[in-house]
């Protein structure tokens, strides 16, 4: 079974920086589409960001420009980079993963069969 542990919330004010993680074990990143959700009390959860095999990255809209996604294929490690920090990205964020069959990764949470248990962003204004 896969698992996946996130790391890297926290609290932080606007303009802020955080970089989460997601460790993976018993599964190869690289061979995987791989992604980061988020969801906000009351809300569904929501596509963040995907990166695919051959590394290739898709952002939803709200965060392009501010959230860098990217992997570490040697420590099998996920990471995404979050900039310039909004009160509105203030969220649970969960690592998702699915083995890769080729082209983009979905932004579709039903797709991915993987989950972490997520780890919590809050931004202050």
């Known amino acids: 079974q896969v698992q996946l542990v996130e790391s890297g919330g926290g609290s932080v004010q606007a303009g802020g920086s955080l970089r989460l993680s997601c460790a993976v074990s018993?599964?190869?990143?690289?061979?995987?589409?791989m992604g980061w959700f988020r969801q906000a009390p009351g809300k569904e959860r929501e596509g963040v960001a995907t990166?695919?095999?051959?590394?290739?990255?898709n952002y939803a809209n709200s965060v392009k420009d501010r959230f860098t996604i990217s992997r570490d294929n040697a420590k099998n490690t996920l990471f995404l980079q979050m900039n310039s920090l909004k009160p509105e990205d203030t969220a649970m964020y969960y690592c998702?993963?699915?083995?890769?069959?080729?082209?983009?990764?979905?932004?579709?949470?039903?797709?991915?069969?993987?989950w972490g248990q997520g780890t919590q962003v809050t931004v202050s204004s």
């Open positions: 990166i695919n095999s051959d590394g290739i990255t």
């Open positions: 018993r599964a190869t990143v690289s061979n995987y589409c």
């Open positions: 998702a993963a699915d083995p890769w069959y080729g082209g983009s990764c979905s932004p579709a949470r039903y797709v991915y069969n993987y």
